[in-house]
């Protein structure tokens, strides 16, 4: 399983950026996908999550209504669109699928939002 995450960056207050999470070693299409984060001295926190059809997600309630989570499973890639974007929101950004028993984690994506 290989899950490798791309998109992030700097960006101001109020604005946008789209994470991309490409995966392979799996059948993309029967797992649900997530996002989550981790800030400087805090733990790692769920973001959002998506589900094998991409017909249910669900956010953290501090990201709901500015972020979006998505997949394409035709290219087997999850996205997570990110809009109105705060300080807060600056952190290392990581994919992860629930797979035969274990969790698997992409390499992380840094995301810094600061005038």
């Known amino acids: 399983v290989q899950l490798v995450e791309s998109g992030g960056g700097l960006v101001q207050p109020g604005g946008s950026l789209r994470l991309s999470c490409a995966a392979s070693?799996?059948?993309?299409?029967?797992?649900?996908m997530s996002w989550y984060r981790q800030a400087p001295g805090k733990e790692r926190e769920l973001v959002a999550i998506?589900?094998?059809?991409?017909?249910?997600?669900n956010y953290a309630d501090s990201v709901k209504g500015r972020f979006t989570i998505s997949r394409d499973n035709a290219k087997n890639t999850a996205y997570l669109q990110m809009n109105s974007l705060k300080p807060e929101d600056t952190a290392v950004y990581y994919c992860?699928?629930?797979?035969?028993?274990?969790?698997?984690w992409g390499q992380g994506t840094q995301v810094t939002v600061s005038s």
């Open positions: 992860n699928v629930a797979y035969a028993g274990r969790n698997y």
């Open positions: 998506i589900s094998s059809a991409g017909t249910s997600t």
């Open positions: 070693g799996f059948t993309f299409s029967r797992y649900a």
